[in-house]
């Protein structure tokens, strides 16, 4: 990493970037994005380089709402920073404050991502002025009009095979064409509020169903839990973890995401607002879905296919990243040793997460499970 072009140091510029404008740039201090255009922009301005970062980015939703949100949209040059942040979120038909939380957050990550990538690639020897290799791919072989990579598939050695991972770098809520997305619950399979920014919280949020105005018109995801309790006889007490309630998608259901898997995984501790999370807990959890896929693509969800995990427990848990991955990529591995062809999605916040997963093939055993640290 070329000096003094590190990520966090360009997520931070990046924020001050968004809040200044285009048009003021000369009085913002940018020491790390200065350094970077020097290496990764043509003209060596700050400017041209947040253009060729947001360039690279995935064409759609997140590339539109990176230009809104640092006023690179025609006409948007000279917009305050609360009009920017407004129509990008418009972008995404999200609440300007769900944005503020979670969308801009994901864009300033997978744009600052785009610029360390284009100062790295360049500073490396053997590279073009354009950052590309001579036969015209970046650094890890991907075709020069590729870039940041919301998704990533990697392999992974498991069950005696090789498992593709799929890895989606951005907010659980944004998720299209998973069958299942696995929600992080409590024993007492209580959600959190639509406005917190948990895993829980956004597919609480997401599944609702709102009116023209944003009006909230149901909280099917709520709806169903609660039924859930009572058809199984726990309204009022708490469940063991490595409980999974199965429920409707609600509203995610229009964006290809049929079920929601409650997966229990934390307990409360009493007199605290805090949770205690164990790995074999998650083991557990993640067990039990595969096996509630199972019974449901028997029965009434024949076309369930695919699954999609967040990282367990380290949140508000309090588990580390690693030993997340580590416990649900143990009952991932006993799927696959059974032969199991289930599509194995990892859903994280940021690049650093998603490294994280990306290495996962080099810390497993040739069995497929990982190795302790």
């Avoid at 409707?248 to 049929?258: D, F, N």
């Amino acid at each position: 990493m070329p000096t003094g072009v590190d990520h966090a140091s360009i997520v931070a510029e990046l924020k001050a970037v968004r809040r200044a404008g285009l048009v003021r740039l000369r009085g913002v201090q940018l020491t790390a994005l200065r350094r970077a255009a020097e290496l990764g922009a043509p003209d060596g301005s700050v400017e041209g380089l947040l253009r060729r970062a947001v360039s690279a980015l995935d064409a759609g939703t997140l590339r539109t709402a990176a230009a809104y949100t640092l006023g690179l949209a025609q006409g948007t040059r000279d917009w305050p920073a609360a009009d920017r942040r407004r129509r990008a979120a418009e972008v995404y038909g999200v609440s300007v404050e769900r944005f503020r939380k979670d969308h801009e957050v994901m864009v300033l990550e997978q744009i600052a991502e785009a610029v360390t990538r284009l100062a790295a690639t360049t500073e490396a020897p053997g590279r073009r002025p354009d950052g590309t290799t001579p036969d015209g791919t970046t650094p890890d072989g991907a075709p020069t009009d590729g870039g940041t990579r919301t998704h990533r598939v990697v392999e992974v050695p498991a069950g005696g095979r090789t498992l593709p991972l799929t890895v989606h770098v951005h907010p659980v809520d944004l998720l299209r064409d998973v069958d299942v997305v696995v929600s992080p619950a409590n024993t007492h399979l209580a959600l959190p509020e639509t406005y917190k920014s948990s895993v829980a919280a956004s597919l609480r949020r997401a599944g609702s169903v709102r009116g023209v105005t944003g009006d909230l018109m149901a909280d099917p995801v709520s709806d169903e839990l609660r039924a859930w309790a009572d058809r199984h006889g726990t309204a009022g007490r708490p469940v063991l973890p490595g409980t999974v309630a199965a429920t409707p998608g609600g509203a995610l259901a229009a964006r290809g995401v049929r079920r929601i898997y409650h997966a229990v995984v934390a307990v409360p501790r009493a007199g605290t607002n805090d949770y205690e999370v164990l790995p074999a807990d998650i083991t557990r959890a993640a067990t039990r879905v595969f096996e509630v896929m199972a019974e449901e693509r028997d029965g009434a969800w024949p076309q369930l296919r695919s699954v999609c995990f967040p990282l367990l427990g380290a949140g508000r848990g309090g588990l580390p990243r690693q030993v997340s991955l580590d416990a649900i990529w143990a009952a991932v591995e006993a799927e696959a040793a059974r032969g199991a062809d289930w599509e194995i999605h990892v859903v994280v916040r940021d690049s650093r997460a998603a490294e994280l997963v990306e290495r996962l093939p080099e810390r497993v055993r040739p069995s497929g499970h990982p190795r302790t640290t």
